[in-house]
């Protein structure tokens, strides 16, 4: 059987994306803590510098991810962009389907002429910790607002314009 996967933007608030967010909450809410989830709002995965996807499987939506454009602390120089709600579902597994939201992802950063990538994931995560280092992110300290937190793992990559991500 061919299978056919496809990676789109889309708002947040279609049901679909919503469906997949909130399993995505429960999730994360069963591993970490309250103060360790850091959890965009579907108002905040809406707004202008951010972009959302979903990735379809045979038609179905089975993973979602966003990059959220920033401005790094006061004082710190360059944007980056965030990698935030990548998730994808137990039916979704094992399609590369992650990887290719990432590429996406990038991709999008790249074409707004930011160079860096960084993301906050947690320490029970360890097959998306693999994927990110597989694919060039390397462990960093807390950015942005983040502050050190024992569950936390932040990572970063540069991404390369010549190349692609």
């Known amino acids: 059987m061919t299978r056919s996967i496809e990676v789109m933007e889309v708002d947040p608030n279609v049901p679909e994306a919503k469906t997949l967010i909130a399993a995505l909450d429960d999730y994360q809410s069963r591993l970490y803590p309250a103060e360790s989830n850091h959890l965009d709002s579907l108002e905040e995965l809406a707004a202008p510098n951010v972009t959302f996807v979903v990735a379809r499987l045979n038609g179905q939506v089975v993973g979602c991810g966003a990059v959220k454009a920033m401005r790094d602390a006061p004082g710190a120089p360059g944007a980056y962009g965030e990698i935030k709600r990548m998730y994808v579902a137990p039916a979704g597994r094992g399609h590369g389907l992650a990887k290719m939201m990432l590429a996406?992802?990038?991709?999008?950063?790249?074409?707004?002429?930011?160079?860096?990538?960084?993301?906050?994931?947690?320490?029970?995560?360890?097959?998306?910790?693999?994927?990110?280092?597989?694919?060039?992110?390397?462990?960093?300290?807390?950015?942005?607002?983040?502050?050190?937190?024992?569950?936390?793992?932040f990572m970063e990559k540069r991404l390369d314009p010549v190349n692609g991500a």
């Not at 002429?113 to 947690?122: C, N, Q, S, W, Y």
């Not at 995560?125 to 807390?142: F, K, M, S, V």
């Open 104 to 153: 996406y992802l990038e991709q999008k950063l790249l074409a707004k002429d930011i160079p860096l990538a960084r993301l906050e994931t947690g320490i029970h995560q360890a097959e998306a910790i693999g994927l990110y280092e597989r694919l060039g992110y390397r462990r960093i300290g807390p950015f942005g607002d983040y502050r050190e937190d024992p569950p936390s793992v």
